[in-house]
């Protein structure tokens, strides 16, 4: 399965600047778990940020092994600094 | 009591403190309290110069108006305005704004302290500071270190 990645701030950087990232998944059921593993493959700067962030699904935060499937809005999300 | 009024926004426009007031204003509100988060000109013994706001939009504004709804269950009040800034921001311009009416003013305290502190730890905002060294040449940037809230699913 195919998806994009919408990566902010820390991620962002990590991914060379890249705002969307598209990834191969090859998991049976895909999971955010799965979209971590593919970033870092291709990243090698992820791994030194690995469960520093958070996984969005839909807009909503979910659980890192939440199944994905095509066409899902996914996200990963460094700790938040608003305010 | 009607159902409290909920104002949510996330934008590049300039906070005005006199439009919060006045949209959170109501008859049966005896108190209005007004909170707003001030870029300062220090952070961890550096000099900050300005601040970039971003975030994850869509699911930033959704968040705002959960905050706003939550706010709105937990205490009693009329009305409920939170607004965010996006964008550059210089030292002293205002980046977030909660105004909260009630009837009486321990509601209004309490619910806008709530309603910041849950925001800074939930809705997907970012800053990124510029500092310097004093130099008129000197020129940094950093992502401010933040913190997710820890009921967030994981």
Do not use: C
């Not at chain 2, 704004?97 to 997907?124: C, G, Q």
Request: hydrophobic content about 50%; aromatic content about 6%; cysteine-free.
């Amino acid at each position: 399965m195919t998806l994009d990645v919408l990566l902010f701030a820390g991620f962002r950087d990590a991914a060379d600047g890249q705002p969307v990232v598209t990834v191969e998944l090859t998991d049976a059921t895909a999971t955010g778990e799965s979209v971590y593993r593919a970033l870092e493959a291709r990243f090698p700067a992820f791994r030194s940020l690995r469960g520093v962030g958070r996984l969005a699904l839909n807009l909503e935060y979910r659980p890192m092994d939440s199944a994905l499937s095509p066409g899902d809005e996914v996200a990963l999300l460094m700790p938040v600094a608003g305010g | 009591m009607s159902a409290a009024r909920l104002m949510v926004h996330l934008g590049p426009e300039v906070i005005d403190p006199a439009a919060l007031l006045a949209a959170v204003a109501d008859p049966a509100a005896g108190a209005v309290d007004l909170f707003l988060g001030i870029v300062r000109d220090h952070a961890d013994g550096r000099q900050v110069t300005r601040i970039d706001y971003s975030a994850y939009e869509p699911m930033a504004r959704r968040l705002l108006a959960d905050l706003a709804e939550q706010v709105a269950a937990r205490f009693p009040v009329a009305a409920v305005a939170i607004t965010h800034r996006l964008g550059t921001l210089a030292v002293g311009e205002a980046s977030v704004a909660i105004a909260t009416s009630s009837a009486h003013r321990a509601a209004a305290f309490e619910a806008t302290r709530w309603a910041i502190d849950r925001l800074k730890t939930t809705v997907p905002i970012w800053k990124l500071e510029h500092f310097s060294d004093g130099t008129s040449a000197s020129d940094e940037a950093r992502w401010v270190s933040g913190t997710f809230a820890p009921d967030l699913p994981v």
